[in-house]
């Protein structure tokens, strides 16, 4: 394009520029340079051209005798202007009388005293984060309402802090004291009595007599086990024949021999047959996953303890837009406790963990757990010469003995075994 000037020139615009193409206006913030002449100019070109942020990043260097000037199109010191508007910079040619037009950039140049740390480095510090950053800006443009928050929030922070080393300061007292050895027992201690704590029976270990820790109006209700009368003279006469088979069809082991061994009459039998039954609900319960309202009825169950069975070892779910009961794997571990809780009272005061693990089906470490946890005394029967040898080689049993045993937890993990 070529524009007829009154001065008889000729405006020429460049269609296509490159980088080396534009012009470069510079302005000193200190004011006016009277010798430009003297100044020597470099342009430093940042190197990283396939990084569209950095590859138009320029740094203009002015130096004199007495002082240097630096100025740079990026960061917080470059102007803005280059950002909103466009220069450009006519360059006339006195021998063609033509002036071409380049587009433009500006510098603010600024002087640089060696030795002295610039302003921007003064201010910028690394270390901040981005909420300090943030109260920086709140405490010299915020609101009224927004540095009332900031000073309710640092004040709240200095509170907070105190609390800590308060509660920092009264911690060490006490490793001070106790030991730190100490302090980790008791919080494992702590810790394997509170998960099992849940899922026990009511207990009460002051108690004068061995059948008062574990009550057995707990286990079971007068209302309760007066409701189990026909069910309980149902297995009351079961005969030897009926009790072989359950235990070969791989019944409840820990019932059959409990109906093996029933008192000959009175109260005793009563009190064992009904108990008995119970300890199948309980043992048939563990054994399902969702449970029908239709459980026990085929045995004879009573309602009053088919409730209890529900209320007490069962987890309420949604399913398929309905509300169904299943035994999760906490009452499981309930169920077991129950269930040796009841076996003490019907063998004087012992229980079988051997048999109750199996018809449980639960892992014999579990079942141990559950007994030390509720304070019983672990016995290991010897050896027997008698056709069940087998089974009484491997039989556990627990006994409850006033004062309860109080279990300490080992700190250590097991050792796993190196395989050769």
Known sequence: MTTTMAASCSLVCCEEERDSDKAVIVRFSNGSVKNAERLDFTMYK??????????????????????????????????????????????????????????????????????????????????????????????????????????????????????????????????????????????????????????????????????????????????????????????????????????????????????????????????????????SMLLKLVQQRNITRKFGQEEGCPRIVQNKLFRTFTVETFNSGRVQNMVSTSMRAKLAAYCLALQLHMSHMTGDLTLLHRDLGITEAKMVDIAKSMGLTLIKLPRGKSEDAGLQDTNRQAALVLPLVKYEQSMERRKRKKMH
């Open 46 to 279: 940042n190197a990283d051209d396939s990084n569209p942020r950095k590859k138009n990043r320029r740094i203009m260097a002015a130096e004199s005798d007495r002082l240097s000037y630096v100025g740079n199109n990026f960061g917080a010191e470059s102007l803005k202007c280059n950002n909103l508007c466009k220069y450009y910079v006519g360059v006339l040619n006195s021998k063609t009388r033509q002036m071409e037009v380049h587009s433009a950039q500006l510098f603010n140049m600024q002087p640089v005293i060696p030795g002295e740390i610039t302003e921007s480095a003064k201010t910028q510090d690394t270390t901040l984060t981005y909420r300090d950053k943030v109260d920086s800006l709140i405490e010299a443009f915020g609101t009224n309402k927004q540095k009332r928050a900031l000073n309710t929030r640092r004040l709240n922070q200095v509170g907070s802090e105190a609390l800590h080393q308060a509660v920092a300061k009264a911690a060490n007292t006490v490793i001070e004291e106790k030991g730190l050895e100490a302090l980790q027992q008791e919080v494992a201690e702590t810790e394997a009595q509170g998960d099992l704590a849940l899922h026990l029976p009511p207990c009460n270990a002051d108690a004068d007599k061995p059948e008062d820790v574990y009550l057995f109006d707990d286990l079971l209700s007068p209302e309760e086990f007066e409701a189990l009368e026909p069910a309980g003279s149902k297995m009351a006469e079961l005969t030897s024949e009926e009790l072989k088979k359950m235990r070969e069809d791989g019944g409840c082991l820990c019932v059959v021999k409990h109906l093996e061994n029933m008192p000959a009459a009175g109260e005793a039998r009563d009190k064992t047959s009904r108990c008995a039954f119970y300890l």
